[in-house]
């Protein structure tokens, strides 16, 4: 379905349990055979090069393809093709650049541990950024030499089977990149239960998270990599900071992809004095965007993904309001002369902690502000949810920066959301705590969460 229209347009055949069989049987014998995962690294690099160089050259195709089918504008260049083919000449580059040890022993012995393939893994991937989270499991996967299969998810399916085109024109052999489309509790679930997987990647909610941790106790004990729900708070102190640079920053972020980002800024933390000219920026900068299809490149804010996504937002967005949450801006459905999925961007300020709204993921284009007294409270309030997936922190004071970054127990971004240039690009590596996730993914780190260490002994005395 067309979400910025409410319009079918097209049909695909749903996976099941015995395509899921083919794609495993596939990729294991690709893999066995060693046609990828023994192939020198010079080969594996050029390969991936190549396969990022044609992702760049289709860019505007795959870029439609998610416009068109989950709603994410044209005009949004955070997670698009252009930034997936960055992340697969990042893995690429790496390659080579993934090393063992060698552990000092003595005289009679040389111990090492080399890094290996794991072998066959499922890649089950969500839907709000299709291209560019298809490529975060495949790119690294791959430069670490596994076989991959890929799930999409059934919202938006054509960007992985497109890319997996590309993979091949790329000189990727056969059997190494598949994709099975079809539903999570068909597809997804056969994965995560098959004694012949090695490993599941997967992103999406912590609820589908859980599933597949206890599927694959059931199977194999395989290894899970999982990135699950967030609900990041902005903590901003009143020691000043630029809060017109932090607003611009707090509201750019929510309205990216209408707020379907699992590390989505979605609870600001503002110290008291300083709460209502702050929401006053906010609100503004929330009203100034261009609503409409996503598919127009002068839209900045388009649908949510489906009928069902935009049910559970009102949902949240009613529940609110019933636990005494003061509603600021924005709050219904619009457009509906259209047939499409859209919502306005929505402020609630007086939330409480426990509140749904703060504590549970919206996955939506919704604020929750919550004030704070002091330092002490501001941590509190970051920590007090089941997630641990992001955190940013807004002070001009570099101590006070230090203090809280090491208080809050998820990855945190101090001052960052308002930067100019790259950072680090592709080499940083997050890993979350918590209800959201296991695992590291980014950088050398989320390439070696594709190895397995193998420990080799020699004894030579």
Not at 385 to 406: D, H, I, P, Q
Request: hydrophobic letters at 45%; aromatic letters at 6%; proline letters at 5%.
């Amino acid at each position: 379905m067309n979400p910025s229209t409410g319009r079918r347009i097209f049909s695909i055949p749903a996976g099941s349990a015995t395509d899921v069989e083919r794609a495993v049987v596939s990729a294991r014998r690709a893999f066995q055979d060693g046609r990828w995962s023994d192939a020198p690294p010079s080969f594996r690099k050029k390969t991936l090069h190549q396969f990022a160089e044609l992702i760049s050259q289709h860019s505007e195709e795959l870029n439609a393809l998610d416009a068109e089918e989950m709603g994410k504008p044209l005009s949004v260049a955070f997670a698009s093709a252009s930034a997936a083919a960055g992340l697969m000449r990042f893995c690429a580059e790496a390659v080579d650049k993934v090393t063992g040890e060698v552990i000092s022993s003595d005289k009679d012995s040389l111990v090492t541990q080399r890094r290996v393939p794991r072998g066959v893994v499922a890649a089950v991937v969500p839907w709000n950024f299709p291209t560019y989270n298809a490529a975060m499991k495949l790119a690294p996967a791959l430069a670490a030499g596994n076989s991959v299969i890929v799930k999409p998810s059934e919202l938006a399916c054509r960007s992985a089977g497109r890319l997996a085109e590309l993979a091949i024109e790329a000189g990727v052999p056969p059997g190494i990149v598949n994709v099975v489309p079809g539903k999570g509790e068909i597809v997804g679930r056969a994965l995560a239960l098959h004694s012949d997987v090695d490993m599941v990647a997967f992103t999406g909610s912590t609820v589908t998270g859980k599933q597949i941790l206890q599927y694959a106790g059931q199977s194999n004990l395989k290894v899970v990599l999982a990135e699950c729900g967030g609900k990041s708070p902005h903590v901003v102190f009143d020691d000043g900071i630029d809060l017109d640079t932090a607003s611009e920053a707090i509201a750019q972020f929510l309205l990216t992809n209408q707020g379907q980002i699992c590390s989505v800024g979605s609870r600001l933390l503002v110290a008291r004095s300083i709460k209502d000219a702050m929401l006053e920026k906010i609100v503004a900068r929330l009203g100034a965007v261009v609503i409409g299809d996503a598919l127009d490149p002068g839209t900045t804010f388009g649908p949510l993904a489906s009928a069902g996504q935009l049910s559970r937002v009102l949902h949240y967005i009613e529940t609110a309001e019933s636990d005494g949450a003061r509603l600021v801006a924005g709050g219904r459905r619009i457009r509906l002369e259209t047939g499409g999925y859209f919502i306005e961007p929505t402020v609630f300020a007086d939330v409480a902690e426990r509140a749904k709204i703060a504590q549970e993921e919206i996955f939506g284009p919704v604020l929750s502000v919550t004030t704070f007294e002091d330092e002490t409270e501001a941590v509190r309030l970051a920590n007090a949810t089941a997630y641990g997936l992001a955190a940013f922190v807004w002070t001009t004071n570099l101590s006070r920066g230090m203090r809280v970054a090491k208080a809050i127990r998820s990855p945190v971004i101090v001052n960052a959301y308002a930067q100019k240039g790259e950072g680090p690009g592709h080499a940083a590596s997050w890993e979350p705590v918590g209800q959201s996730g296991i695992g590291r993914e980014g950088g050398l780190g989320g390439i070696q969460s594709y190895l397995r260490q193998q420990l080799i002994w020699f004894n030579h005395s």
